[in-house]
Structure formats: C-alpha cells, structure tokens
C-alpha cells in the first residue's frame, strides 16, 4: 500500500483512531492517502484541514466539478495516477454524465483541453499547467488572462490553492509509494456546509 509502515483501521488507538473515524467511508476504509500519514497523526490532521478547506467549502464559488477538473489534470502533469483516479471518480459522480467527463479526461490527457473546454475555463487550465510545470516563471499577466477571462480575484485563489493542494497531494502519495490497493475510488468529504465534517461517502 506504500513504502513506509502504515497502521491499519483495526489497529489504530487514541488519536489515530478518533481520526480515522473521522476520515472513514463505508465498511470502515481509509483512503490510503490519509493511512499514509498514521504514523504522525497530526500530519494527517493538517492534511485533512487543507483539503476540505480549499476542494470541499461551501464559501468557494468555482463549481466543485470544476475544481476536481483542475486536480485531475495537475495530477496528471505530476504524472500521479492515485490521484487522477479517485479525483476523476469524483468529478464524474458530481457532474452525473460519463460522456461530459470522459470528454475531459480525454482532452486533458492529450494535453489540449481546447476542444473540451470555453475560453473562461481554457485561461484556468493554463494558469495551472502553468503553476504547476514552472512555477518560478508565474507572472502578473497570466493572473491578468484569467481576470479577462471572466474570473474574479476570489476565484483565481481558489483555483490557485486548488492548484497547490493537488502538487502537495501528488508528492505525498508519489514520495511514499501509495496505490489504491483497497481504496473505494471517487470518495470525498460530505457536507460542504459543515467543514468539520470529513467522512467519505
């Protein structure tokens, strides 16, 4: 399941446990993601905090469908296939229509979102192929096309910290060596309105 020891469910005591029942899905499994951190709770804790604050808050206004596209082609560009696949469940259980999301993994695995995306949405995409191959070269013009594209300053955060979260998540799972053996795929955090609130279903 990864390079590193890991505490299953059945073993896990204290704080472990309690975030672990937090975190759980259905039949008592966690994500192998967050079992990747049992060894230092606290990691998992913090883990947990960035993601349902940045993909999973009811205050975002970029449709979540949208930010769960902006993760599967930032895990994809980091060439990490855990992520792509739970995050591409996700967004094809949120948008409810296989052939709209096969559509886009298609285009964003050719690497040409255009034929699948509108303009607005094509400037988010670059932005974040952008953030993510070479973010020493960000620039001032490239937050200025997405302005332009019609996205406003408070969703261009979002989508940059979208952006960020998935690098993160990505290099968790590619530096330890997590695979989805076990894994329910396209489970996410319930209750956007309730960010303490973090089981899978």
């Known amino acids: 399941?990864?390079?590193?020891?890991?505490?299953?469910?059945?073993?896990?005591?204290?704080?472990l446990k309690t975030l672990?029942?937090?975190?759980k899905g259905p039949g008592d499994n966690v994500d192998n993601i967050m079992m990747a951190h049992s060894l230092r709770p606290h990691?998992?804790?913090?883990?947990?905090?960035?993601y349902k604050y940045v993909l999973h808050h009811a205050a975002n206004t970029v449709p979540k469908h949208f930010l769960?596209?902006?993760?599967?082609?930032?895990?994809?560009l980091n060439g990490c296939s855990y992520c792509v696949e739970h995050h591409f469940q996700g967004?094809?259980?949120?948008?409810?229509?296989?052939g709209r999301a096969n559509e886009i993994r298609g285009a964003l695995e050719a690497g040409d979102p255009g034929p699948a995306f509108d303009a607005k949405h094509r400037a988010a995409l670059r932005y974040a192929e952008h953030l993510t191959r070479d973010p020493?070269?960000?620039?001032?013009?490239?937050?200025?096309?997405?302005?332009?594209?019609?996205?406003d300053d408070g969703e261009i955060l979002e989508i940059n910290q979208v952006t960020a979260y998935f690098s993160y998540a990505n290099r968790t799972v590619l530096g330890l060596g997590v695979n989805t053996e076990g894994d329910i795929l396209g489970?996410?955090?319930g209750e956007n309105d309730d960010p303490e609130n973090w089981s899978h279903g």
Do not use: N
Request: charge should be negative; glycine fraction near 6%.
């Open 68 to 76: 769960e596209t902006i993760g599967v082609q930032v895990s994809l």
């Open 136 to 151: 020493a070269t960000m620039t001032a013009d490239m937050v200025e096309e997405m302005r332009s594209a019609g996205w």
């Open 187 to 189: 489970l996410s955090p």
């Open 91 to 98: 967004l094809r259980r949120l948008l409810d229509d296989d």
């Open 20 to 23: 672990y029942d937090r975190v």
């Open 43 to 50: 990691s998992m804790e913090g883990h947990m905090h960035l």
């Open 1 to 15: 399941m990864t390079w590193i020891k890991t505490v299953p469910y059945d073993d896990a005591t204290g704080r």
